[in-house]
C-alpha cells in the first residue's frame, strides 16, 4: 500500500502562484509515476501532469504546458506542481496520484490517490 498526503492549496489572486506538495509512504519502491490531477466543480477530473519515479520523466496537459512544473525529490518521497500565472480557470480540487506503468494520463493508470487540496484562483 502507498499513502499519499497532499498540501499547499488555497487562496491565490489571478496571476499568482502557488506550490502543491505530495509526501508519499509505504511501499513507495513500488511506484513507477506520481501525477497531479485536478476536478472542479461539476467537471469530470483531468489530468494536470506527472513525472516517473526513477527517470524524471514529464509530461503536462496542454492547458498547463508552460505555466506549471511537475518535480520530485525521491529523499523525501515527495512530488511538486508549481504553479505560475494562475487562472481563474484553474480553481479546482488537486489530487495527487501513484501507480503505473499503464496510461499515465488517465484516472485508471494510477493505483494510490491522495484526499486532495483545495486550489481557488480570484480574478
Known amino acids: 500500500q502507498v499513502q499519499l498526503v497532499e498540501s499547499g492549496g488555497g487562496l491565490v489572486q489571478a496571476g499568482g502562484s502557488l506550490r502543491l506538495s505530495c509526501a508519499a509512504s509505504?511501499?513507495?519502491?513500488?511506484?513507477?509515476?506520481m501525477g497531479w490531477f485536478r476536478q472542479a466543480p461539476g467537471k469530470e477530473r483531468e489530468f494536470v501532469a506527472v513525472?516517473?519515479?526513477?527517470?524524471?520523466?514529464?509530461s503536462y496537459a496542454d492547458s498547463v504546458k508552460g505555466r506549471f512544473t511537475i518535480s520530485r525529490d525521491n529523499a523525501k518521497n515527495t512530488v511538486y506542481l508549481q504553479m505560475y500565472s494562475l487562472k481563474s480557470e484553474d480553481t479546482a480540487v488537486y489530487y495527487c496520484?501513484?501507480?503505473?506503468?499503464?496510461?499515465?494520463?488517465?484516472?485508471?493508470?494510477?493505483?494510490?490517490w491522495g484526499q486532495g487540496t483545495q486550489v481557488t484562483v480570484s480574478s
Open positions: 513525472i516517473t519515479r526513477i527517470s524524471g520523466v514529464t
Open positions: 496520484a501513484a501507480g503505473g506503468p499503464g496510461s499515465m494520463t488517465r484516472s485508471h493508470g494510477y493505483d494510490y
Open positions: 509505504g511501499r513507495t519502491f513500488s511506484i513507477f509515476a
